[in-house]
């Protein structure tokens, strides 16, 4: 039996359909990236999965049982880190996880001895004291991820979690999410940094419009693309564009390399960027 289940979920806001009969199943342990352009529907299908909102049709269920707003069973086992901040500013960050940690009626003994495992595993303990907005950005998404974790949840929500995170910091939280992934946590996450879903997530689906247009895991996907890419410069109507092609083998990208012969070109192998650039550019007009 799979743990979430999104049964012919449609959501419209007035007339406008923003997420169109949508069906998929996610597994326990599963990582899933939601990818797809602005607007596509990842942050609706999210809050519709978290009962922030209510399908106009369609039923989702979470281990077996309906959600809805006022699932607290299921609310209680779930970690949301939005799109947008749910921080309060004028808190400094240890008060910001004991609010949170208040919400689920955990008592002070607990809380005392989880916040200070959150802020270690998230690097903010020496800024514990700090309102949040004397914060960076960084910091404040990763205090977002701890704040989601105090509930010790199984199933974790990322609505685009490393967004405006640096390098650094997106390699040490990507840590903390292989963590996740290898104690078998579920997880949902949304990402425009397609190569964090590469790394991170054992399946993918491509949303446009609403609709989901692909559903595997990045290495079917881009064994479907072809595994082998030549990226090289191509003369069209007087201007230098970069071209990609695709194929099953290196030996058949070599095979192609003479009839390119004339311009630089690179022979590497296919990333999910290039799957995700491909199926989006022909379907996003
Ligand atoms: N409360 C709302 N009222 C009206 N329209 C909405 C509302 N929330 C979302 N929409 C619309 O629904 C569509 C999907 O929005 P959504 O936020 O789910 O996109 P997204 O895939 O998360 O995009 P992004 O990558 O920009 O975060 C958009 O056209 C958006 O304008
Ligand atoms: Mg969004």
Redesign the pocket.
């Known amino acids: 039996m799979d743990l979430i289940e999104i049964v012919n979920v449609t959501?419209k806001?007035?007339n406008?359909t923003?997420?169109n009969n949508v069906n998929l199943k996610i597994k326990k342990g599963e990582f899933l990236g939601?990818l797809?352009?602005?607007?596509?529907?990842?942050?609706?299908?999210?809050?519709m999965l978290t009962g922030l909102?209510k399908p106009t049709e369609g039923e989702i269920y979470i281990d077996g049982r309906k959600m809805s707003r006022n699932n607290v069973e299921i609310k209680k086992r779930i970690g949301i880190v939005p799109?947008y901040t749910n921080l309060d500013k004028e808190l400094t960050v240890y008060e910001n996880l004991v609010f949170a940690a208040k919400l689920f009626r955990i008592n002070k003994k607990q809380y005392s001895i989880k916040i200070k495992e959150l802020l270690e595993f998230m690097e903010l303990e020496e800024y514990k004291n700090r309102q949040v907005f004397k914060l960076s950005g960084g910091m404040q998404r990763r205090l977002m991820i701890a704040k989601a974790l105090i509930n010790e949840p199984d199933i974790i929500f990322l609505?685009?979690p490393t967004n405006g995170v640096d390098l650094n910091g997106r390699r040490r939280i990507w840590d903390i999410f292989k963590v996740m992934k290898t104690v078998g946590k579920t997880v949902i996450m949304?990402t425009?940094y397609i190569e964090e879903a590469d790394y991170l997530c054992s399946m993918v689906c491509l949303?446009n419009e609403?609709k989901i247009f692909k559903n595997d895991t990045p290495d079917n996907l881009k064994r479907e693309q072809g595994r082998y890419t030549i990226e090289y410069f191509d003369n069209q109507n007087g201007q230098m564009v970069t071209k990609y092609r695709h194929f099953k083998s290196k030996e058949e990208a070599l095979n192609h390399v003479p009839k390119i012969k004339n311009f630089h070109y690179t022979v590497r192998e296919t990333t999910l960027e290039d799957v995700f650039y491909n199926l989006t550019s022909r379907k996003v007009v």
């Open positions: 959501k806001f007035d406008f923003a997420v939601l797809g352009p602005n607007g596509a529907g990842k942050t609706t299908i999210i809050k909102l799109q609505d685009e949304t425009h949303i609403g």
